[in-house]
C-alpha cells in the first residue's frame, strides 16, 4: 500500500516573510514560541521576522545549538508552560525546525522524547501536535516540511520521531533569509537538497508524485548550487536553491538512503551533516547503481550530466570547496566498524534501493575515508 500526503500550506517567493502576521491570525495563534539559533539571532534575521509578526509578540528561544539537543528542549518546555504557549514559529536551518518538532510533540504527549524513537515503534503513538509555522533561513535540510526530527538525546544517542503529524501547518519560504548565508554553508546545505531528492528518487517506495517531484529537484538543485555558492547575492539562485530544499522536503516521505543512514551516527561526532553527505553520496550512488542503473540513467540525462552520477557529484563537491574525504573531518579507519553497525540499524536502511549489510557499509565507509 502506498501512502501520498502532502499537508502544508506554503506560502513561497521572495517577501513572503511579510505574511507572517496574518499566518498567525489563520491559526489562531496568541501566544507562539519562537525558536532560533543564536546565529540568526546575530545577523539581524530575527529582528526582521519579529517586526513581520507584528502586532503579535513571541515568546524567543534563540540558543539552539547546531545539532539540537534534549536538554535545549527541556528548557523550551519549561518557557513553554510557563507563558501557556499555543503554538510555534521555527526559525532557521534544520536545527531550530527540529528543536521546534520536539516542543510541539512533548508539549502536547506524555513520557520522554526516546518512547517516540521511530527505531523501537513510538513513532506510530504520535498523535496530533501543537500547532507549527516553519521559516527556513537556508536552502537544504527541507526540514520546514518533512515529517521527521532528529534530535540528540542526554545519553548523546540519536532519537527521530518520524510521523506525518509533525509535518509543520504553515511554511513561509522567503528566498531573502538565505541570501547572508555563507558560502560553506550553502554549498552544505545545498549538498543536502541535491541528496533529497536523489535518494527518495532511488528509494523502492512507490510514489510516482514524489518521483516526479524528486525529479525536478534533482535538476533544479544540479543547475544552481554552484551559482548559488560562489554568488550569494544572485536572487535567481537563492530561489530556485529554497525551490530545491522543499522540493527535497516534500519527497521525504519517499524514504532516503544509505547516505544518509551513515550521516547519522556520524553526526553525533558534530560535523555539519551536509559536509558528511557530500562525502558519502557519491559512494553510496556506486553502491546502489547496479540495482537502480535506469533511475540513476534518469536523474543524469534530465540534468544533462555527461559522465556516472557519482563521479560528477565527486567532482561537484570538489568544487564548491567541500571536503570529499572523512579523513578530512579527522574520522579514522578504527571507528569504522561501529559505524556501519549503526547505518544498519538505521531506519533509512529499510528504504535503500539495494539490501545491504553492515560489512557493506563498512566497505563504503572505507572508500569514504
Not at 123 to 142: C, E, F
Request: aromatic share 4%; charged share 20%; with cysteine.
Amino acid at each position: 500500500m502506498s501512502l501520498i500526503q502532502y499537508l502544508s500550506k506554503i506560502q513561497f517567493d521572495f517577501g513572503a516573510i511579510k505574511l507572517l502576521s496574518n499566518e498567525l491570525n489563520l491559526l489562531g495563534l496568541k501566544r507562539p514560541l519562537l525558536v532560533t539559533d543564536p546565529g540568526i539571532e546575530a545577523c539581524g534575521i530575527l529582528e526582521h521576522v519579529l517586526e513581520a509578526a507584528k502586532p503579535h509578540l513571541p515568546i524567543v528561544y534563540s540558543k539552539t545549538t547546531e545539532n539540537p539537543n534534549e536538554k535545549s528542549l527541556n528548557e523550551c518546555l519549561e518557557i513553554w508552560n510557563k507563558h501557556n504557549c499555543d503554538g510555534l514559529i521555527a526559525l532557521g536551518g534544520g536545527s531550530p525546525i527540529d528543536l521546534s518538532k520536539s516542543i510541539a510533540l512533548m508539549a502536547t504527549h506524555d513520557g520522554k522524547l526516546a518512547d517516540y524513537n521511530i527505531k523501537t515503534g513510538g513513532s506510530s503513538r504520535i498523535g496530533r501536535v501543537a500547532p507549527q509555522i516553519a521559516i527556513p533561513t537556508a536552502a537544504g535540510t527541507g526540514a520546514e516540511i518533512g515529517r521527521a526530527c532528529v534530535m540528540t538525546l542526554d545519553s548523546g544517542r540519536k532519537c527521530v520521531a518520524v510521523n506525518l503529524n509533525m509535518v509543520a501547518k504553515t511554511v513561509i519560504a522567503d528566498p531573502e533569509l538565505t541570501l547572508s548565508l555563507p558560502a560553506q554553508l550553502t554549498a552544505a546545505t545545498g549538498i543536502d537538497a541535491l541528496s533529497h531528492s536523489v535518494e527518495a528518487y532511488l528509494s523502492p517506495s512507490v510514489n510516482p508524485p514524489a518521483d516526479a517531484i524528486a525529479l525536478d529537484g534533482f535538476v533544479r538543485a544540479s543547475q544552481w548550487i554552484k551559482k548559488a555558492t560562489q554568488n550569494g547575492n544572485d536572487r535567481e539562485a537563492r530561489w530556485h536553491m529554497m525551490m530545491a530544499s522543499l522540493q527535497g522536503g516534500m519527497v521525504l516521505q519517499k524514504g532516503l538512503g544509505a547516505a544518509h543512514a551513515m550521516a547519522t551516527p556520524l553526526g553525533e561526532n558534530h560535523h555539519h551533516h551536509g559536509t558528511l553527505i557530500g562525502i558519502l553520496l557519491p559512494h553510496a550512488i556506486a553502491f546502489n547503481a547496479p540495482s537502480v542503473s535506469n533511475k540513476i540513467e534518469n536523474l543524469q540525462n534530465a540534468a544533462g550530466l555527461k559522465k556516472p552520477m557519482s563521479d560528477w557529484l565527486q567532482k561537484l563537491v570538489h568544487d564548491i570547496n567541500l571536503p570529499s574525504r572523512l579523513s578530512d573531518l579527522g574520522e579514522t579507519a578504527d571507528k569504522i566498524p561501529e559505524i556501519a553497525k549503526r547505518a544498519e540499524e538505521d531506519h533509512l536502511t529499510l528504504t535503500n534501493p539495494r539490501a545491504i549489510t553492515a560489512k557493506d557499509y563498512e566497505t563504503i565507509l572505507k572508500k569514504s575515508l
